[in-house]
Antibody, heavy 121, light 108 residues
Framework: QVQLVQSGAEVRKPGASVKVSCKASGYSFTGYYIHWVRQAPGHGLEWMGWIKPNSGDTKYAQKFQGRVTMTRDTTINTAHMDLSKLRSDDTAVYYC??????????????WGQGTTVIVSS | DVQMTQSPSALSASVGDTVTITCRASQDIFNYLNWYQQKPGKAPNLLISDATNLKTGVPSRFSGSGYGTDFILTISSLQPEDIATYYCQQYDNLRSYTFGQGTKLEIK
């Protein structure tokens, strides 16, 4: 079945970096963007950006420019999100989600289970 | 950047009621609007795309309407399993996205 499976929870100190992975299965990995969305405790959803797996093209939300890097490895159908210079307010659940590549649909139809990242000294 | 304002932020209704959630965009976004449902501890789930298109498998009591700046998610005949937080999401033709603040729906 179509699924996105994310890596496990992480704990980091302020100033460190974290890398979260998202492995796709059950569909053509290069046929869909992978988006990253985060949710701080008790807060709403925040869009971070996307990567286009076939080309490696990326687009980041302005808020995260300079701190986020999205990459992919098409040999193992996996996308990664690297967030640097972590602060306590980066504590959140990070989700990956897919969006079909094409002009006919811009919705996130399949989501990963979420990865908890805790930033604490 | 387009700002999305959802209202209300919280809502309490009874089983069988009709519920409406509103999302307003700061500028014309045509029909570039999706709706998601999120239950506690779970990932969001797509309900409606392009303002009005119900995703396959989503109960027909959910519907979406609107165009331009004002959009509505309607839940007819509210069921206990509809307890969740609902988010609107806008996108543009450069594939930038913004979520509304969310509406938490509770049962009376």
């Amino acid at each position: 079945q179509v699924q996105l499976v994310q890596s496990g929870a992480e704990v980091r100190k302020p100033g460190a970096s974290v890398k979260v992975s998202c492995k796709a299965s059950g569909y053509s990995f290069t046929g869909y963007y992978i988006h990253w969305v985060r949710q701080a405790p008790g807060h709403g959803l925040e869009w971070m950006g996307w990567i286009k797996p076939n080309s490696g093209d990326t687009k980041y939300a302005q808020k995260f420019q300079g701190r986020v890097t999205m990459t992919r490895d098409t040999t193992i159908n996996t996308a990664h999100m690297d967030l640097s210079k972590l602060r306590s307010d980066d504590t959140a659940v990070y989700y990956c989600a897919r969006v079909v590549i094409g002009p006919w649909d811009y919705s996130m139809d399949v989501w990963g289970q979420g990865t908890t990242v805790i930033v604490s000294s | 950047d387009v700002q999305m304002t959802q209202s209300p932020s919280a809502l309490s209704a009874s089983v069988g009621d009709t519920v409406t959630i509103t999302c307003r965009a700061s500028q014309d976004i045509f029909n570039y609007l999706n709706w998601y449902q999120q239950k506690p501890g779970k990932a969001p789930n797509l309900l409606i795309s392009d303002a009005t298109n119900l995703k396959t498998g989503v109960p027909s009591r959910f519907s979406g309407s609107g165009y331009g700046t004002d959009f509505i998610l309607t839940i007819s005949s509210l069921q206990p399993e509809d307890i969740a937080t609902y988010y609107c999401q806008q996108y543009d033709n450069l594939r930038s996205y913004t979520f509304g603040q969310g509406t938490k729906l509770e049962i009376k």
